[in-house]
């Protein structure tokens, strides 16, 4: 009984912490910078950008469904600057290679920020 009740405690935690929203504040992004190499659409409407020389892809959480809308031409080819939200969560304990983007900025424009 006891190692049951162990078990349960455990997932529950494990929950708990696997849902926590993503604190996506400036003080709590890491700033990227690079070429990019494509732009494509994932999951749910989901705007995946791919860098050069970069394993991590970095995601607009439901960007079409928000109404952005990015020309590949505008971009592929182009240095941007990329805010991503610092997390960790226990569905992936060592790390994710997609990041959740909280500002695209293309040289001194702002195209999408989820900061305040």
Do not use: C
């Not at 690079?34 to 999951?43: P, Q, Y």
């Amino acid at each position: 009984m006891r190692k049951t009740v162990s078990i349960i405690f455990l997932f529950l935690v494990l929950l708990f912490f696997a849902f926590q929203p993503i604190d996506i504040s400036l003080e709590n992004s890491v700033k990227v910078e690079g070429i990019v190499k494509n732009i494509t659409e994932a999951g749910a409407k989901d705007i995946l950008f791919e860098l050069e020389n970069d394993k991590t892809t970095y995601y607009i959480n439901r960007g079409f469904e928000k109404g952005i809308i990015l020309s590949k031409k505008e971009y592929i080819g182009k240095k941007v600057t990329l805010y991503y939200a610092k997390n960790w969560t226990p569905l992936a304990p060592l790390g994710t290679t997609s990041k959740h983007l909280t500002q695209l900025q293309l040289k001194d424009k702002i195209v999408y920020s989820e900061f305040k």
